[in-house]
């Protein structure tokens, strides 16, 4: 796990068609700066990068990735599911994503993370969310280092608040967390990211909905001398 010292300011615009979601947005991130928040389509949204939450196999037949594929045409499943077969060996664990080229002008890049396992699964009892966004701007990072500056903006939408039947306000928090560790660390792989996350928001549960956390990285052994 390597700490942000250094990166270029990058644009977050968080929109979503459902209001109790842009609402929950507005409460869980109004001490942070550099996020935009409106009530709109993601397919509006003229940036580097368009986030989608998937399923494990990129299987895009349902809600926003569905739209996605309308939109962008079927060879964006193709690419994205071509990415998961080679990198993660045909399927992407929650925590995971994959950051592929769109084939279009806007966005330039598509990032698909799982919220979930299957299709239309109930992940409300779940830390799903938070891996997932953390995940997508991990992926972020990924590509930056591969073609840096290549992603400058990006668009989200709320993260398993509808398929997923997640609440709007934890929703809300989680992708906070996710976001807020962007800005702190980037990861050496998912597995750092993955067991980060589930070890300091594992009981998370018992918290009430407004609760936000931000992620601590774990200890770097102190060296001997």
Same mark, same amino acid.
């Given at each position: 796990?390597?700490?942000?010292? @250094? %990166?270029?300011?990058?644009? &977050?615009?968080?929109?979503?068609?459902?209001?109790?979601?842009?609402?929950?947005?507005?409460?869980?991130?109004?001490?942070?700066?550099?996020?935009?928040?409106?009530? #709109?389509?993601? =397919?509006? @949204?003229?940036?580097?990068?368009?986030?989608?939450?998937?399923?494990?196999?990129?299987?895009?037949?349902?809600?926003?990735?569905?739209?996605?594929?309308?939109?962008?045409?079927?060879?964006?499943?193709?690419?994205?599911?071509?990415?998961?077969?080679?990198?993660?060996?045909?399927?992407?664990?929650?925590?995971?994503?994959?950051?592929?080229?769109?084939?279009? &002008?806007?966005?330039?890049?598509?990032?698909?993370?799982?919220?979930?396992? %299957?299709?239309?699964?109930?992940?409300?009892?779940? =830390?799903? &969310?938070?891996?997932?966004?953390?995940?997508?701007?991990?992926?972020?990072?990924?590509?930056?280092?591969?073609?840096?500056?290549?992603?400058?903006?990006?668009?989200?939408?709320?993260? #398993?608040?509808?398929?997923?039947?997640?609440?709007?306000?934890?929703?809300?928090? =989680?992708?906070?967390?996710?976001?807020? =560790?962007?800005?702190?660390?980037?990861?050496?792989?998912?597995?750092?990211?993955?067991?980060?996350?589930?070890?300091?928001?594992?009981?998370?549960?018992?918290?009430?909905? @407004?609760?936000?956390?931000?992620?601590?990285?774990?200890?770097?052994?102190?060296?001997?001398?």
């Amino acid at each position: 796990m390597t700490v942000n010292r @250094e %990166q270029s300011p990058l644009k &977050v615009v968080l929109t979503d068609i459902n209001t109790q979601v842009v609402q929950a947005w507005r409460a869980a991130f109004a001490d942070t700066p550099g996020i935009e928040i409106r009530k #709109g389509s993601l =397919l509006d @949204e003229t940036v580097d990068a368009w986030v989608s939450p998937t399923n494990s196999r990129g299987l895009m037949n349902g809600g926003v990735d569905a739209a996605i594929k309308r939109h962008l045409g079927a060879g964006i499943q193709l690419r994205v599911q071509r990415a998961i077969r080679d990198r993660f060996a045909g399927r992407l664990p929650v925590g995971s994503a994959v950051c592929v080229p769109s084939g279009a &002008v806007n966005p330039k890049f598509l990032i698909s993370t799982p919220t979930m396992e %299957q299709s239309s699964q109930n992940v409300s009892e779940t =830390l799903n &969310v938070a891996l997932a966004c953390a995940a997508a701007f991990q992926a972020i990072h990924q590509q930056n280092r591969q073609e840096p500056g290549s992603i400058g903006s990006v668009a989200l939408v709320g993260m #398993g608040a509808r398929t997923g039947r997640v609440p709007a306000r934890v929703c809300a928090n =989680l992708m906070w967390t996710g976001y807020t =560790l962007f800005n702190d660390f980037s990861f050496d792989d998912y597995d750092d990211l993955r067991g980060t996350i589930i070890a300091q928001l594992d009981d998370i549960d018992s918290a009430p909905q @407004e609760t936000r956390v931000r992620i601590a990285p774990p200890k770097r052994p102190t060296a001997r001398r």
